[in-house]
């Protein structure tokens, strides 16, 4: 398997732009994961997709950032409009039954100007 | 607030050492606790865990220790080897509650393994 696929691997934007990141899971996990890091917060839980349905977003900073997950293979974050404070390495991350586990992608850096 | 805390950014130790990498946790919830490792321009990947109901897991050379009473655990790698250089992250969820898919991670220490 190929693991968690994230694309596209550096972005980089001007401030107001509309940014939308794409993570493919490992086939056959029924859990994914959003997740940004930063210098001052470090790895934050964005949101919590369990078979294609939002469990948890409550890490989901503001109204400007929404996730999709329209089938079992595709997320989609995006963060409409952008701002330069959400420059970061944002990671998606799947996992199978066993939640604690979870696969982590390369990562997608943001860097908003 | 931190609820997971790894004191020490960076941590440099001689190859075929013992390298002791620290993490301190606030929140008496958390009953599962678990070490990632990243590479640089790599997404972290699952090293080990260690429930609750344990104060000891091992594997190969790796061991991690967790010391409830002191909300403490450790992670040994011995010996040390240079491609075990990599940022280390200490993560803990509550496995008993309805969130065990959620997992706190701390900041990371910076590990690394001089030839």
């Known amino acids: 398997d190929a693991g968690v696929i994230q694309s596209p691997r550096h972005e980089v934007t001007e401030m107001g732009q509309e940014v939308t990141l794409r993570c493919k899971p490992i086939?056959?996990?029924?859990?994914l994961f959003w997740y940004r890091q930063t210098m001052m917060r470090g790895l934050e839980l964005l949101i919590y997709?369990?078979?294609?349905?939002?469990?948890?977003d409550s890490g989901m900073p503001e109204d400007r950032f929404s996730a999709k997950m329209p089938n079992a293979s595709f997320s989609t974050l995006k963060i409409q409009p952008s701002e330069p404070r959400d420059s970061a390495v944002y990671f998606c991350?799947?996992?199978?039954?066993?939640?604690?586990?979870?696969?982590f992608g390369p990562g997608t850096r943001l860097t908003v100007l | 607030d931190q609820q997971v805390k790894q004191n020490s950014p960076s941590l440099s130790v001689q190859e075929g050492r013992i390298s002791i990498l620290n993490c301190d946790y606030t929140?008496?919830?958390?009953?599962?606790f678990l070490w990632y490792k990243k590479y640089p321009a790599e997404g972290p990947t699952f090293l080990i865990s260690?429930?609750?109901?344990?104060d000891k897991n091992e594997d190969g050379r790796f061991t991690v220790f967790l010391n409830k009473s002191a909300k403490h655990l450790s992670l040994h790698i011995v010996p040390s080897q240079p491609g075990d250089s990599a940022v280390y992250f200490c993560?803990?969820?509550?496995?008993?509650?309805?969130?065990?898919?959620?997992?706190?991670f701390g900041k990371g220490t910076l590990l690394t393994v001089n030839p």
């Open positions: 991350a799947s996992s199978p039954s066993d939640p604690e586990e979870q696969f």
């Open positions: 086939s056959g996990h029924n859990s």
């Open positions: 997709f369990n078979n294609n349905v939002p469990i948890d």
């Open positions: 929140n008496s919830m958390f009953d599962y």
């Open positions: 260690i429930s609750s109901i344990k």
């Open positions: 993560a803990a969820s509550v496995w008993s509650g309805g969130s065990n898919y959620k997992l706190t």
